[in-house]
């Protein structure tokens, strides 16, 4: 009996550990969080005109760490519409202490209008933990201003533009986003805005917080 309960004991009592920190584990495990969203009309300089897109992004949140982010949706229910994104697809910035992640590009297919109303974001964590948030969208039915346009010459830039505020989009010589800079004039010398030593070209992004619409020009060197 002894020896019988000798090995019940030794047999058991791993399995019931494992079980155990298996459970622990679990109940740990946090969902990940979105601390707010922002989406607007984007219009994006092409060879045929400017193209308008979604710019959508959101603070993203997990207390497993930002590589525990696996999955970011925008679902418009009412249109059956999805976007999905991936750590491979999605655009991220930090900013001011927070992590956004997003797109800048959501295109329709086939030139279809965007629909106004309801979208849902979706955040999912690799352990299948998910969040949401929905927010609602009016789509601007016409541009409210001319498209902006930039210069870059003699190591000065000029922005002809009506936006109201005005970013640099850099990038470096590999095409790949670094970072961006706030422009506080629509012109200047390109040396008072101290660039990273590895960024090659920049986008304009000029944009309207209120009316919810920006403008992204294509690449420009500056090297």
């Not at 470096?172 to 010398?189: D, F, Q």
Request: glycine letters at 8%; charged letters at 20%.
């Amino acid at each position: 009996m002894r020896k019988y309960f000798f090995y019940v004991k030794n047999y058991f009592y791993p399995v019931f550990i494992g079980l155990l920190l298996m459970y622990f584990a679990a109940c740990s495990r946090s969902a990940p969080t979105i601390a707010f969203s922002t989406m607007s009309l984007n219009y994006i300089e092409e060879d045929e005109g400017p193209v308008p897109t979604l710019l959508f992004f959101v603070i993203a949140g997990d207390d497993d760490g930002y590589d525990d982010l696996a999955e970011l949706r925008l679902y418009n229910d009412y249109a059956g519409l999805l976007w999905s994104f991936t750590p491979e697809t999605w655009v991220r910035y930090d900013e001011a202490g927070n992590t956004w992640i997003g797109s800048r590009r959501i295109a329709m297919t086939g030139g279809e209008i965007f629909p106004s109303g309801q979208y849902r974001a979706v955040l999912i964590d690799k352990g299948g933990d998910r969040t949401e948030r929905t927010f609602g969208f009016d789509v601007p039915s016409i541009p409210r201003y001319s498209f902006p346009k930039l210069t870059i010459a003699d190591s000065r830039y000029n922005i002809d533009s009506e936006y109201p505020e005005h970013y640099f989009l850099c990038y470096n010589t590999e095409g790949t986003y670094r970072s961006s800079v706030k422009l506080e004039s629509k012109t200047g010398e390109l040396s008072s805005l101290r660039f990273g030593s590895d960024i090659l070209s920049v986008a304009l992004w000029a944009r309207d917080t209120v009316y919810s619409t920006s403008a992204l020009t294509k690449m420009a060197a500056i090297k």
